[in-house]
């Protein structure tokens, strides 16, 4: 699988409009993949030209062949959600006599994720640290209690030392890492949104229409690094193309890059919206799957050391058992049985791994858990639809499991390896449906669950 990463700069407003059926449509935090890919579809057939023998540039829609490959092949290239790359950094100030943080708003280039459902802060001062109380995954903590049968009640560390209210919970959003190894280390992402009022035009006359004004959320275009800026910074979104021909990859790069200021994205694209410069930078899609399952099967021992000291369990769990988690970085559908589900089923992922005869052919009950067994889940859902351009037509309404969703798998031993080459290759891939579109985006162990109460970020 090759990688193309996408650098999308906003020159104007952008309308992304969340169509939810029975509430008002307003602006998403992100670019959703589907926006993408129509966009980048849309352009690439406006832009063919027939067949000439002096042609040396590559069309990607000669005979429909690349086009088709990309768009409708059986294996099309999957655009991944974009998401903003304005991160909120913390800057440590000389100029006060204690130890003292400002925050800015700084374009960075590490990887933006999406924080699990399982993630807390303090419901008084939430936010990463320094200037907020920090925060802290529950998943191998709330597991382990549950074995031990123990309620698990997190409380927010630093709320209990300074004698304040100590209630957490549950933190969302994007977040990215900072590589080094610095004191604070984590980064939280967002994007502001505002109304512009517009009336509407009467045709034969010209001028305005009577009883006709309407508002549309949109996503800034810009934004100051600090309140008491002036010098204002294009807003940047980060994506992902991933396409299985390594040609194709090639050239479908050249062909953003040469045509890098002709993409409009979201609606309202002829009132001036959606302007953006798109730049592609080919690179191979690696992961380290295996060292974040190692890491996570770690500290989950060492944890579950810890808890012993309030006796023994009914049941080792860790006993012959390594255990993954699937991470959510987008909105997902599935399905079971032809009915819309929330949770991924043993069954489900067997599927989505190529692994279902396997899975069929074993007995139920307990041979099946030790083939692969669902220990907790952690997800929600919504409603989604949106606007086909292509068709002219409205979306069907689906019902989505939103992102950050969390999935705890065990898994014998005896096939660690089989299920680390399947990860790899599904966390490329997806899970569900519409994987093409930026939905089903996924992340094996995220290093987040890693950060335990006690070690709050």
């Known amino acids: 699988m090759q990688r193309i990463k996408l650098k999308i700069t906003a020159l104007s407003p952008l309308a992304i409009v969340a169509k939810r059926p029975g509430s008002v449509s307003q602006a998403e935090d992100h670019i959703p993949g589907s926006v993408i890919r129509g966009a980048i579809a849309s352009q690439i057939l406006q832009l063919s030209k027939p067949k000439t023998p002096d042609i040396t540039e590559r069309d990607l829609t000669e005979d429909g062949g690349d086009f088709a490959t ?23 100030s000389f100029l006060a006599e204690k130890e003292k943080y400002d ?49 698990y009640d997190p409380s927010d560390p630093k709320s209990l ?15 990215s890492k900072i590589n080094d190894n610095v004191k604070h280390q984590y980064r939280s992402h967002s994007v502001n949104t505002r109304f512009l009022t517009r009336v509407g035009i009467n045709r034969k006359r010209a001028t305005s229409e009577d009883d006709i004004l309407y508002s549309i959320e949109v996503l800034n275009e810009s934004f100051l690094e600090t309140p008491q800026s002036q010098n204002w910074n294009p807003v940047v979104y980060q994506s992902s193309i991933l396409v299985t021909d390594l040609n194709l990859a090639k050239s479908f790069t050249q062909f953003i890059n040469d045509h890098a200021d002709i993409f409009r994205l979201g609606s309202a694209t002829s009132r ?123 979306k069907d309404i689906e019902l989505v499991t939103n992102r950050g969703g969390v999935y705890l798998f065990s898994v014998d031993k005896g096939r660690e390896k089989l299920w680390i080459d399947k990860l790899k290759e599904l966390e490329l891939k997806g899970v569900g449906e519409r994987t093409s579109e930026g939905f089903g985006q996924v992340q094996v162990c995220n290093e987040f669950h890693l950060i335990l109460r006690e070690e709050a970020k």
């Open 272 to 394: 001036g919206l959606g302007k953006v410069k798109i730049t592609a930078t080919f690179d191979n899609a690696v992961t380290d799957v295996e060292n974040r399952i190692k890491h996570f099967n770690k500290k989950l021992e060492e944890r579950w050391k810890c808890w012993s000291i309030f006796g023994q369990p009914e049941n080792d769990l860790l006993e012959k058992r390594f255990y993954f988690t699937l991470d959510l970085q987008s909105d997902a559908i599935f399905t079971e049985n032809w009915q819309h589900t929330t949770v991924i089923y043993p069954k489900m992922l067997c599927e989505f791994v190529n692994l279902d005869n396997e899975f069929t052919q074993l007995n139920d009950g307990e041979e099946k858990d030790k083939f692969l067994k669902l220990e907790v889940a952690y997800s929600s859902y919504n409603y989604r639809s949106g606007w086909n351009a292509a068709w002219g037509l409205m």
């Open 103 to 151: 925050l800015i708003s700084q374009i960075v280039d590490d990887e933006i994720m999406v924080l699990p459902t399982t993630a807390v802060s303090s419901k008084t001062n939430s936010g990463f640290k320094p200037k907020a109380n920090g925060v802290f995954d529950t998943l191998i903590d709330r597991f382990c209690a549950e074995a031990y049968n123990y309620l």
């Open 70 to 92: 990309l768009f409708l092949g059986n294996e099309p290239a999957i655009f991944q959600n974009a998401y903003p790359a304005v991160g909120t950094v913390a800057i440590k």
């Open 161 to 175: 030392k300074d004698k304040t209210d100590a209630r957490v919970e549950p933190l969302s959003g994007f977040y």
